[in-house]
């Protein structure tokens, strides 16, 4: 379980985060949905510890250096390493025992090119299959699908599926709202700095129409399409 309470944060005198409380339960998948800079990234940075914030975090797992897999919308590589490097580098964080990486590069990666060289797509699936092998306990995915082709979409989602099943707990942002309907069990809307709703799958509907409803208005009817 990770208790998240009273989390704020502020870059200077701008507060992107305000008295943010969560709880996240193993076996769940929680989704969070926002505008662009609403301080969706801002609070994985906070949760993952690499950003300073004021409130607390409790996690049953320990800190997010041992525990977390961090999926970072756009993930980080140093010049000179190759894919295969990548992912020997991140399971020897973990003093996991040698893997056979062949077997395990499900995405098809050319795991022997330098991963700075890497598409957009690739880079993610590389930086997700890194996170997988390290059997994390406590997964965040930033925007996972954005990015990567339709068959991976899918295996990703699979995947989501079945660290549920492993009990394992999952925040994933993003702004494809059908693939958050998909795997989670509950979304979370961050509004003017703050969890403004909750929702269970039951009431995903209801959260789409009242996202419509704001996001679309009447600005289309502006630009006077002909
Ligand atoms: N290091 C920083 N210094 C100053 N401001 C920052 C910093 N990082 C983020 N911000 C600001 O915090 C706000 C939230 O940004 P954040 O990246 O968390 O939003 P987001 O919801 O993830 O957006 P998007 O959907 O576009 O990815 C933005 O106004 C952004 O400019």
Request: hydrophobic fraction near 35%; proline fraction near 2%.
């Amino acid at each position: 379980m990770i208790d998240i309470e009273n989390l704020s944060k502020s870059y200077g005198d701008k507060t992107v985060l305000e008295n943010i409380t969560l709880n996240l339960v193993k076996g769940k998948v929680y989704g969070i949905v926002g505008e662009n800079g609403a301080g969706k990234t801002t609070l994985f940075n906070c949760i993952s510890g690499l950003e300073k914030y004021r409130g607390t975090i409790n996690c049953e797992y320990g800190i997010p250096k041992i525990s977390l897999g961090y999926l970072q919308t756009e993930p980080y590589f140093f010049s000179k390493i190759t894919g295969l490097e990548y992912l020997k580098l991140l399971c020897n964080a973990r003093n996991l025992e040698p893997l056979d990486f062949i077997e395990k590069n499900i995405f098809d990666l050319p795991l022997n090119e330098y991963a700075i060289n890497y598409s957009t797509g690739m880079k993610k699936k590389l930086a997700l299959t890194a996170i997988l092998l390290q059997e994390n306990k406590f997964f965040i995915l930033d925007e996972p699908f954005n990015g990567v082709d339709i068959h991976s979409n899918m295996i990703i989602t699979e995947i989501i599926q079945q660290l549920k099943r492993l009990d394992k707990t999952i925040l994933i942002s993003s702004h494809i709202f059908s693939t958050l309907n998909e795997t989670c069990d509950e979304i979370f809307l961050l509004k003017n700095k703050t969890i403004s709703m909750r929702v269970k799958k039951e009431q995903f509907g209801i959260l789409e129409n009242e996202m419509k409803d704001y996001s679309i208005g009447n600005r289309i009817s502006k630009l006077n399409l002909k």
